[in-house]
């Protein structure tokens, strides 16, 4: 497995997003990339985001993970897609 810091949602496209989203064991309109990204222009208000990708060893996408700055140091998250193979 492979984690990596992108800079915001402008580095994954529409596509593979919703994709990961597809394959998640508990899929919901909350996660995907249209409610993600509306989400972040309405409410996160100039905080920095901080997108983490996650993928398997072969380079295919596995998981994401959203999180921004509530306050200085501390880090929010308010979703994360799952792999097809993680259970909860």
């Known amino acids: 497995m492979k984690v990596e810091a992108l800079p915001g949602f402008e580095t994954l ?45 072969a380079g295919t996408l596995a998981g994401l993970l959203p999180l921004y700055e509530e306050s200085e140091g501390c880090a929010a998250s308010w979703a994360a897609l799952m792999s ?3 259970s909860t």
């Not at 993600?36 to 990708?53: E, K, M, S, V, Y």
């Open 13 to 57: 496209d529409e596509g593979r997003w919703n994709a990961l989203l597809g394959r998640a064991a508990h899929p919901s309109i909350f996660l995907s990339w249209q409610w993600q990204t509306a989400w972040t222009r309405a409410f996160l208000g100039g905080r920095p985001l901080h997108l983490l990708r996650v993928s398997d060893d």
């Open 84 to 86: 097809p193979t993680t």
